[in-house]
């Protein structure tokens, strides 16, 4: 058994050929009905399968949305990009759930005829690459993409790569079941706008240079894609060969202690795909390589435990929601590798996930039987406490009757995938809610990847961030401006973690800033649950300026009296003699497009100084 470090190309082509004939299924779950019938069973997937049930049955009645040219265009013209992604997203919703029913649902043959009209539409469109990732490549995109006379050249981008895999995949479940000529164009398809154009053309893609979520989805599909249709063994090594390299790169994503700063939705997205080729790959080679193996895998396959918060919610540092949609088969599946990684306890729900065929039938397929796992996430009481040097993260949980409670910081640099600027930004979560909060991700248009334009946007600018302003600055993007690690120290009763910022700003007056946090929680659950965080901030100029220290709130705080604030569960005490404090409530949008508000709570030093020291501290207020 071979991993993806020690890997050779020799070794996958051997391992290739030496598996050739003995004919197991690629997607072994998938292929067995035995394994549909028990997902159907199952009672924690019972409302998802009514609602697949449901979607299919509104499906047979309502055309698939078109995709005219007015809306492909629409991203160039205005910055929108939901008016053609909704429809191009709820053609592949079609293939899935129809895929889903044709295959486990008692009147399998009666959702043929409109799989196989969703299957040729999808194949009848322009392109598979959505009108945001067009022309990606580009060093200067977006600019001179729309405008030129001749498209840019095909590509490969993450919908293109899931549509290829997910039509590769069902065709091979289903051939047997669907006529040849559906069949045929979609392969063909396939090979025309996505393994042609990636193992045709030696230009790199644009994400093969990335180490974020990128490689690891393109890669996977496009290597999931050949497994189901390539058949000649030296064939298909050269051509997975390429994939691999790329997913080392995304691999390089991770710190050594397995932590991507991109968070766990990013997480369950790429890393997700990761491991869907991973056990594609591991049954073709018939166990002879895995792409699992090793210590960094176990890591990273532990790492959203760090992140898991009360139900759904995250701790989402920069472009990363506040609560995900777990995909409860994809844990369920690594746990049976790495023991103390975590099973969320959600069900799976029909939302997100079901535009994508490779992550929804993994969910339902995957899940363990409902025994008592375990290890299983979830049990009170609990402590864990997490120190990710790579990307500068701290997590420190603890639980007790009352529920969770959570503190996490960031360093890092302010040059990360999905880059907020961010530096020394922190969440508080109490019980239910992150009090001290992050506001995730914005809207996703044309201008949030503008740099010029994303920093002015309350959600990625450090403004809309829990972070010092010094002499009327905020910080600043790019890789040049970090956060220096400068301790961490955890004991039963404290959790101690110290920052300089000094690089994160552009002033050239200032000299120093260090953060100090200071999270205080009882030595042992149970008994009475007190906790406190310290936030101090010391700021030295050349010469006097001012300071301010911001802190983003999901609750409105309210003020009472000099020196305290409280924010729902949270009491603020700082010194009223020499800072002022002031409340304003920020609007912003999602990247869901929804209307949210926040609160940003302001101390500002009653004088300009050449040092100023801000010592603020949170306070949690009892079991409630």
């Known amino acids: 058994m071979t991993g993806i470090e020690q890997l050779t190309l ?108 969703i299957i040729w539409a999808i194949c009848d469109e322009y392109t598979w690459v959505i009108p945001a990732h067009v022309g990606l490549y580009h060093n200067d995109y977006p600019s001179g993409i729309w405008d030129r006379p001749e498209p840019p050249r095909e590509t490969v981008d993450l919908f293109a790569g899931e549509t290829a895999f997910a039509l590769a995949e069902i065709t091979g479940l289903l051939e047997e079941r669907l ?40 890669a996977s599909c496009i ?26 790169q995304h691999l390089q994503g991770f710190d050594e202690q397995g932590a ?17 080729f991973a056990e594609l790959l591991y049954s073709r080679t018939a166990g002879q390589v895995d792409l699992l193996a090793g210590e960094k895998l176990r890591r990273i396959a532990c790492f959203p435990r760090s992140c898991m918060l009360t139900g759904s919610q995250v701790i989402n540092f920069s472009d990363a929601p506040a609560e995900i949609d777990y995909q409860p088969g994809l844990y369920d599946r690594l746990r ?102 992050d506001l995730g991700a914005g809207e996703y248009t044309r201008q949030y990847f503008q740099p010029a334009y994303r920093y002015e946007q309350l959600t990625a600018g450090s403004y809309g961030h829990s972070v010092p302003v010094a002499a009327g600055a905020g910080q600043t993007a790019g890789a040049s401006h970090r956060a220096r690690p400068l301790g961490y120290e955890r004991t039963d009763e404290r959790v101690v973690y110290r920052l300089d910022l000094t690089g994160a700003y552009p002033d050239a007056a200032l000299e120093r800033l260090h953060r100090e946090f200071v999270w205080e929680r009882p030595a042992q659950a149970g008994g009475e649950a007190r906790y406190s965080l310290t936030v101090r901030d010391e700021c030295v100029f050349g010469k006097a300026e001012s300071f301010e220290s911001a802190f983003i709130c999901s609750l409105p705080p309210a003020l009472e009296g000099a020196g305290c604030a409280a924010i729902g569960p949270v ?15 920020e609007r912003y949008r999602t990247i869901a497009g929804e209307e949210r508000t926040a609160y940003r709570l302001v101390l500002a030093a009653s004088e300009p100084s050449v040092r100023t020291v801000c010592e603020v501290r949170f306070e949690i207020n009892g079991r409630g």
């Not at 042609?196 to 230009?203: E, G, H, K, L």
């Open 336 to 437: 049976r590798r790495f023991p103390e990684a975590a099973s969320p306890e959600q069900a799976p729900v029909y939302k997100g996930a079901f535009r994508s065929w490779m992550m929804a039938s993994r969910m339902l397929l995957w899940m363990e039987p409902e025994a008592p796992a375990p290890g299983r996430y979830g049990g009170l009481p609990r402590r864990e406490d997490y120190y990710f040097p790579g990307h500068g993260w701290v997590v420190s949980k603890s639980a007790d009757a009352g529920g969770l409670v959570a503190f996490a910081a960031k360093g890092g640099s302010n040059d990360e995938p999905h880059n907020h600027n961010d530096l020394g930004h922190f969440i508080v979560h109490v019980r239910g809610r992150s009090v001290l909060c």
């Open 260 to 276: 991507t700063p991109e968070g766990a939705a990013y997480w369950q997205f790429g890393f997700g795909y990761y491991v869907y």
């Open 10 to 117: 020799r070794q996958l082509k051997s391992a290739l050929e030496r598996a050739q004939d003995e004919g197991a299924p690629l997607f072994p779950e998938a292929a067995d009905p035995r394994s549909w019938r028990r997902s159907r069973q199952d009672p924690r997937c019972a409302q998802v399968w009514n609602d697949i049930r449901t979607a299919g049955e509104s499906f047979l009645s309502a055309a698939a949305p078109p995709l005219p040219y007015s809306a492909f265009t629409l991203f160039h013209r205005t910055g929108d990009r939901t008016r053609y992604d909704d429809s191009y997203f709820d053609r592949r919703r079609r293939l899935c759930v129809l895929a889903m029913l044709a295959i486990a649902d008692e009147e399998g043959e009666r959702w043929i005829a409109p799989l196989q009209d």
């Open 571 to 585: 009491t603020m005490i700082y010194d009223a003699e020499r800072f002022v404090c002031r409340v304003t409530e």
């Open 223 to 248: 290597g999931g894609s050949a497994l189901w249709l390539v058949r000649d063994p030296e064939k298909l090594a050269g051509m997975l060969w390429r994939t691999l390299a790329a997913l080392r």
């Open 179 to 218: 006529e040849p000529w559906v069949v045929r164009r979609a392969r063909d398809e396939i090979g025309r706008r996505v393994l042609n154009v990636y193992f045709a053309d030696p230009a790199p893609q644009n994400w093969e240079l990335k180490t974020n979520n990128w490689p690891a989805v393109c």
